[in-house]
């Protein structure tokens, strides 16, 4: 059985934020057109990195789109 937290360790006030977004290199056109950025989280307890975010403004190819092909 999984625990479940008590109603005083929930924090209810939590807000995704999109990094500084980077351009690098797109792997399928071959150009620097990449656009990558990490996702936080800011709780109460803290930030945190949550994900990424990367897609080609050229070709629309994605790195994490092949990850949830497989």
Same mark, same amino acid.
């Given at each position: 059985m999984i625990p479940?937290?008590?109603?005083d360790?929930?924090?209810?006030?939590i807000t995704v934020s999109l990094g500084e977004i980077r351009q690098?290199?797109?792997a399928r056109c071959l150009k620097?057109?990449?656009d990558? +950025?990490?996702i936080? +989280?800011? +709780?109460?307890?803290g930030a945190y990195v949550i994900g990424a975010y990367a897609v080609c403004e050229e070709c629309g190819w994605s790195p994490y789109a092949d990850k949830r092909a497989g």
């Open positions: 479940q937290p008590k109603s360790d929930v924090d209810d006030d690098e290199w797109c620097s057109t990449l990558t +950025a990490t936080y +989280a800011f +709780a109460g307890t």
